[in-house]
Protein backbone atom coordinates (compact mmCIF):
# COMPACT_ATOMS: atom_id res chain seq x y z
CA UNK A 1 0.00 0.00 0.00
CA UNK A 2 0.94 3.63 -0.77
CA UNK A 3 1.98 5.55 2.46
CA UNK A 4 3.19 8.63 3.00
CA UNK A 5 5.81 9.11 6.28
CA UNK A 6 6.53 12.49 8.08
CA UNK A 7 9.60 11.49 10.38
CA UNK A 8 9.46 13.89 13.44
CA UNK A 9 5.63 13.99 15.17
CA UNK A 10 6.49 17.26 16.88
CA UNK A 11 9.15 19.37 16.63
CA UNK A 12 10.39 22.65 19.18
CA UNK A 13 12.63 25.10 17.97
CA UNK A 14 13.41 29.21 18.61
CA UNK A 15 12.93 31.72 16.60
CA UNK A 16 15.50 32.27 13.87
CA UNK A 17 16.51 28.74 13.88
CA UNK A 18 16.40 26.81 10.33
CA UNK A 19 13.58 24.09 10.13
CA UNK A 20 13.72 21.18 8.14
CA UNK A 21 10.66 18.74 7.95
CA UNK A 22 11.37 15.46 6.61
CA UNK A 23 8.52 13.54 4.15
CA UNK A 24 8.87 10.59 2.46
CA UNK A 25 6.40 8.35 0.09
CA UNK A 26 6.04 4.93 -1.31
CA UNK A 27 4.92 4.82 -4.41
CA UNK A 28 6.97 4.17 -7.62
CA UNK A 29 5.37 6.13 -10.14
CA UNK A 30 5.21 9.97 -11.17
CA UNK A 31 3.64 12.07 -8.11
CA UNK A 32 2.57 15.26 -7.37
CA UNK A 33 3.68 16.29 -3.73
CA UNK A 34 2.21 18.98 -1.58
CA UNK A 35 2.98 20.80 1.93
CA UNK A 36 -0.54 22.38 3.61
CA UNK A 37 0.28 23.55 7.10
CA UNK A 38 -2.67 24.02 9.17
CA UNK A 39 -2.01 27.36 12.00
CA UNK A 40 -3.93 27.40 15.16
CA UNK A 41 -7.73 27.94 14.70
CA UNK A 42 -7.05 28.45 10.85
CA UNK A 43 -8.05 26.43 7.60
CA UNK A 44 -5.69 23.77 6.42
CA UNK A 45 -3.94 25.47 3.31
CA UNK A 46 -1.48 24.77 0.69
CA UNK A 47 2.03 26.05 1.46
CA UNK A 48 3.64 24.71 -1.77
CA UNK A 49 3.20 22.24 -4.51
CA UNK A 50 5.62 19.84 -7.04
CA UNK A 51 3.88 18.89 -10.48
CA UNK A 52 7.01 19.12 -12.55
CA UNK A 53 9.68 21.06 -13.68
CA UNK A 54 12.21 22.59 -10.98
CA UNK A 55 12.73 20.08 -8.45
CA UNK A 56 13.41 23.13 -5.98
CA UNK A 57 9.62 24.73 -5.56
CA UNK A 58 9.15 28.00 -3.46
CA UNK A 59 5.81 28.26 -1.35
CA UNK A 60 4.47 31.00 0.28
CA UNK A 61 6.23 32.89 3.67
CA UNK A 62 9.73 32.09 2.74
CA UNK A 63 9.21 27.78 2.78
CA UNK A 64 10.68 25.93 0.17
CA UNK A 65 10.57 22.34 -0.70
CA UNK A 66 13.05 20.34 -2.51
CA UNK A 67 11.83 16.81 -4.55
CA UNK A 68 14.49 14.44 -4.52
CA UNK A 69 13.45 11.52 -7.23
CA UNK A 70 15.97 9.11 -6.16
CA UNK A 71 15.18 9.31 -2.29
CA UNK A 72 11.29 9.78 -2.85
CA UNK A 73 11.70 12.38 -0.55
CA UNK A 74 10.13 15.56 -0.57
CA UNK A 75 11.43 17.67 2.23
CA UNK A 76 9.87 21.31 3.90
CA UNK A 77 12.68 23.77 4.60
CA UNK A 78 12.73 26.97 6.00
CA UNK A 79 16.07 29.22 7.04
CA UNK A 80 14.62 31.28 9.74
CA UNK A 81 11.55 30.05 11.38
CA UNK A 82 9.00 33.12 13.49
CA UNK A 83 6.92 32.57 16.36
CA UNK A 84 3.83 32.84 13.48
CA UNK A 85 5.27 29.55 12.02
CA UNK A 86 4.05 27.51 14.98
CA UNK A 87 1.67 25.28 13.16
CA UNK A 88 0.98 21.87 12.01
CA UNK A 89 2.41 20.92 9.34
CA UNK A 90 1.08 18.27 6.47
CA UNK A 91 2.94 16.26 3.30
CA UNK A 92 0.46 14.65 0.72
CA UNK A 93 1.00 12.99 -2.25
CA UNK A 94 -1.53 12.17 -5.17
CA UNK A 95 -0.03 9.96 -7.91
CA UNK A 96 -0.42 10.95 -11.22
CA UNK A 97 -2.33 8.17 -12.66
CA UNK A 98 -4.99 9.23 -9.87
CA UNK A 99 -7.74 11.22 -11.81
CA UNK A 100 -9.51 11.67 -8.67
CA UNK A 101 -6.88 13.88 -6.80
CA UNK A 102 -7.06 11.62 -3.42
CA UNK A 103 -4.64 13.09 -1.55
CA UNK A 104 -2.45 10.83 0.87
CA UNK A 105 -1.25 12.69 4.09
CA UNK A 106 1.36 12.13 6.36
CA UNK A 107 0.86 11.83 10.09
CA UNK A 108 1.58 15.74 9.99
CA UNK A 109 4.06 17.22 12.51
CA UNK A 110 3.70 19.84 15.16
CA UNK A 111 5.85 22.86 14.96
CA UNK A 112 6.44 25.11 17.94
CA UNK A 113 8.79 28.10 17.63
CA UNK A 114 9.62 29.68 21.29
CA UNK A 115 10.33 33.40 21.16
CA UNK B 1 -14.26 33.85 -5.32
CA UNK B 2 -14.66 30.40 -3.98
CA UNK B 3 -15.62 29.49 -0.18
CA UNK B 4 -16.00 26.58 1.41
CA UNK B 5 -17.94 26.09 4.64
CA UNK B 6 -18.55 23.88 7.08
CA UNK B 7 -20.84 23.25 9.95
CA UNK B 8 -21.09 22.61 12.59
CA UNK B 9 -17.80 23.59 14.19
CA UNK B 10 -18.22 21.72 17.27
CA UNK B 11 -20.22 18.70 18.25
CA UNK B 12 -20.24 16.59 21.42
CA UNK B 13 -22.79 13.35 20.66
CA UNK B 14 -23.51 10.05 22.73
CA UNK B 15 -22.36 6.84 21.31
CA UNK B 16 -25.24 5.24 18.96
CA UNK B 17 -26.65 8.37 18.52
CA UNK B 18 -27.00 9.93 14.80
CA UNK B 19 -24.62 12.42 12.95
CA UNK B 20 -25.15 14.70 10.11
CA UNK B 21 -22.26 17.13 9.08
CA UNK B 22 -22.61 19.54 6.10
CA UNK B 23 -20.20 20.79 3.69
CA UNK B 24 -20.91 23.65 1.24
CA UNK B 25 -18.75 25.34 -1.86
CA UNK B 26 -19.95 28.55 -3.09
CA UNK B 27 -18.22 30.49 -6.14
CA UNK B 28 -17.64 27.15 -8.49
CA UNK B 29 -19.50 24.20 -10.46
CA UNK B 30 -19.63 20.74 -10.74
CA UNK B 31 -16.83 20.50 -7.96
CA UNK B 32 -14.69 17.41 -6.87
CA UNK B 33 -15.61 16.79 -2.83
CA UNK B 34 -13.88 15.28 -0.43
CA UNK B 35 -14.36 14.07 3.12
CA UNK B 36 -10.96 13.58 5.17
CA UNK B 37 -10.75 13.02 8.71
CA UNK B 38 -8.16 13.55 11.14
CA UNK B 39 -8.28 11.04 14.32
CA UNK B 40 -6.07 12.16 17.36
CA UNK B 41 -2.31 11.75 16.60
CA UNK B 42 -2.54 10.45 12.91
CA UNK B 43 -2.40 12.58 9.60
CA UNK B 44 -5.74 12.99 7.55
CA UNK B 45 -7.04 9.77 5.86
CA UNK B 46 -9.58 10.22 2.94
CA UNK B 47 -12.98 8.97 4.06
CA UNK B 48 -14.96 10.07 0.56
CA UNK B 49 -15.32 11.62 -2.94
CA UNK B 50 -17.71 12.72 -5.18
CA UNK B 51 -17.36 13.92 -8.49
CA UNK B 52 -21.15 14.72 -8.72
CA UNK B 53 -24.31 14.74 -7.63
CA UNK B 54 -25.42 11.57 -6.27
CA UNK B 55 -22.00 10.07 -7.18
CA UNK B 56 -19.86 9.14 -3.85
CA UNK B 57 -16.99 6.69 -3.78
CA UNK B 58 -15.88 5.24 -0.36
CA UNK B 59 -12.66 4.33 0.84
CA UNK B 60 -12.50 2.81 3.66
CA UNK B 61 -15.01 1.01 4.85
CA UNK B 62 -16.81 2.35 7.89
CA UNK B 63 -19.43 3.49 10.15
CA UNK B 64 -20.08 6.78 8.17
CA UNK B 65 -21.80 7.11 4.81
CA UNK B 66 -21.73 10.53 2.82
CA UNK B 67 -24.59 11.87 0.25
CA UNK B 68 -24.53 14.64 -2.67
CA UNK B 69 -28.32 16.10 -2.80
CA UNK B 70 -26.99 19.04 -4.67
CA UNK B 71 -23.88 20.21 -6.91
CA UNK B 72 -22.32 22.11 -4.25
CA UNK B 73 -23.54 20.46 -0.91
CA UNK B 74 -21.89 16.76 0.32
CA UNK B 75 -23.38 15.71 4.14
CA UNK B 76 -21.22 13.06 6.05
CA UNK B 77 -23.68 10.70 7.84
CA UNK B 78 -24.01 8.32 10.50
CA UNK B 79 -27.22 6.10 12.17
CA UNK B 80 -25.39 5.34 14.91
CA UNK B 81 -21.94 6.74 16.06
CA UNK B 82 -19.08 4.84 17.66
CA UNK B 83 -16.29 6.21 19.82
CA UNK B 84 -14.34 5.77 17.02
CA UNK B 85 -15.98 8.05 15.17
CA UNK B 86 -14.39 10.86 17.39
CA UNK B 87 -11.94 13.08 15.07
CA UNK B 88 -11.63 16.35 13.21
CA UNK B 89 -13.45 15.93 10.14
CA UNK B 90 -12.54 17.97 6.95
CA UNK B 91 -14.28 18.89 3.59
CA UNK B 92 -12.25 20.11 0.88
CA UNK B 93 -12.80 20.46 -3.13
CA UNK B 94 -10.39 20.43 -5.98
CA UNK B 95 -9.83 23.58 -7.56
CA UNK B 96 -7.16 24.89 -10.35
CA UNK B 97 -4.20 26.83 -8.98
CA UNK B 98 -1.63 28.19 -11.85
CA UNK B 99 -2.55 25.62 -14.28
CA UNK B 100 -2.34 22.69 -11.70
CA UNK B 101 -5.14 20.87 -9.23
CA UNK B 102 -5.10 22.29 -5.82
CA UNK B 103 -7.60 21.17 -2.82
CA UNK B 104 -9.00 23.86 -0.70
CA UNK B 105 -10.08 22.69 2.42
CA UNK B 106 -13.05 24.30 4.43
CA UNK B 107 -12.68 24.86 8.63
CA UNK B 108 -13.37 21.93 9.94
CA UNK B 109 -15.73 19.85 12.98
CA UNK B 110 -14.48 18.75 15.50
CA UNK B 111 -16.37 15.44 16.75
CA UNK B 112 -15.99 13.82 20.00
CA UNK B 113 -18.50 11.02 20.81
CA UNK B 114 -18.94 9.89 24.20
Known amino acids: AQSVSQHNHHVILSEAASLELGCNYS??????LFWYVQYPGQHLQLLLKYFSGDPLVKGIKGFEAEFIKSKFSFNLRKPSVQWSDTAEYFCAVIPATDSWGKLQFGAGTQVVVTP | SQTIHQWPATLVQPVGSPLSLECTVE??????LYWYRQAAGRGLQLLFYSVGIGQISSEVPQNLSASRPQDRQFILSSKKLLLSDSGFYLCAWRGRDRGTDTQYFGPGTRLTVL
Open chain 2, 27 to 32: GTSNPN
Open chain 1, 27 to 32: YGGTVN
